[in-house]
């Protein structure tokens, strides 16, 4: 059996690889600040294209609108619902499963049926919560943190060449 020369310390302990807490500190500190892969663009060709996913146990929409893809928490303002429960599709207006509240391309409240029942209500208070997204050639990112740095310093060395593999025109196909 081989033997390095020198060994280093063991950083973590057998407990921690089955420590709620262990595994808790590692969300909050490591995975949320990061940027996580969402999709390829190139699956939301459409206005109104959307995909569905949980990220660490948040739910994302991640939409086409006029040519740009924005990504929300995927529950809507009014009720705390999911907007949608599909993991795919495609709506012309970005509409609520529950009630049917309509939202527009940035997240603020649009049409809501019978809206006198709901007066008054703040609009500029009932947005949806808009996550940040990149992209790295056809791939799209997005971050839970606000403050996360830029995308490209994120995946720096490896921005370019990952940029240069999934921009290529057989990667479109």
Known sequence: MFTHQQALRHLLR???????????????????P??????????????????????????????????????????????HCLLTNLPAGNQAKLRCQYHGWEFNDDGSTGKIPDAKSFRPWDRENSRLQQLRTETCG????????PQAPPLKDFLDPFFEETQNAFSSPMWKM
């Open 14 to 32: 057998p407990t921690h690889y089955v420590s709620p807490d262990h595994y808790q500190q590692e969300i909050e500190h490591l995975f949320k």
């Open 34 to 79: 990061a940027w996580h892969f969402a999709c390829a663009t190139s699956e939301l060709k459409r206005d109104g294209d959307f995909l569905t996913f949980n990220l660490l146990d948040v739910p994302i929409m991640v939409r086409r609108a006029k040519d740009q893809i924005v990504a929300f928490v995927n529950i809507c303002s009014h009720r």
């Open 138 to 145: 056809d791939l799209l990112f997005v971050t839970l943190n």
